[in-house]
């Protein structure tokens, strides 16, 4: 059904701007606006305006959006707004790292809050959004822009193909931690057997009761180590 002639057309783009929306669907894009409502609509509201927006039609949607006293911020025409566009980006990072194995999914999101501040980790809010829909964003910014910033990560991908949550690790990439620490302790064996490896040079820390002694044996030598360097007596000048 077209919207009437004269009505103000109200559009809720998922990682499009308001001119992309009103081209694909036909609107005249004098009348129509744009409204952020991937965090529902209890908070401050994003009303989104494009070139072609006319400046009454931008006053009653603001009117609207602030009748019961809530905040209206208003955006030029921005693929993705602010807001989904951020956290869309904080998703994909974190599904990198754990994707990589450099952290577990529980400890990125700890750290996020711990480190950044953050209400949720990175990890929670692509549970809380849904990965489906941050896939959505991310795909149509780097549709748009067609940068590889905006590249969706593997693991997203996967988790939204399988229906899992974004935080949720899997068997395999858990395994592939430590397939990663194997590796990397295999290849330090083959330098140090060619003679490559330098006398300093810690040891990659082994998971388990046997990976905790081992990173105690690496920070009591590398304790020594600065003792020597701190406390070692300067060269006599003859």
Known sequence: ERP???????????????????????FDAGRTVGL???????????????PSTRAQVREAAHALLAYDGQPVVVINDSPGFVAQRTIAMIV?????????GIAQSKDIDKAAKLGLGYPYGPLEWGDRIGPGRVLTILERLQTFYGEPRYRPSPGLKRREALG?????????????????GRAQRHMRRRRQARGQVGQHEPPV??????????????????????????????????
């Open 164 to 180: 899992l949550p974004v935080g949720e690790e899997l068997d395999h990439e858990r395994g592939q931690q430590r397939v990663v």
């Open 4 to 26: 009437s002639e004269g009505a103000l057309i109200l559009v809720t783009p998922l990682g499009e701007d308001v001119t992309t929306v009103a081209t694909k669907r036909g």
């Open 92 to 100: 994909n990072i974190g599904c990198q790292i754990a994707q990589r």
């Open 36 to 50: 952020d409502t991937l965090f529902g609509m209890k908070g401050p509201r994003t009303l989104m305006v494009s």
């Open 205 to 238: 820390p082994r998971r388990g009761a046997r990976g905790h002694q081992d990173r105690a044996a690496t920070r009591g030598q590398m304790v020594e180590q600065v003792k020597e360097r701190l406390f070692a007596r300067p060269p006599r000048h003859r």
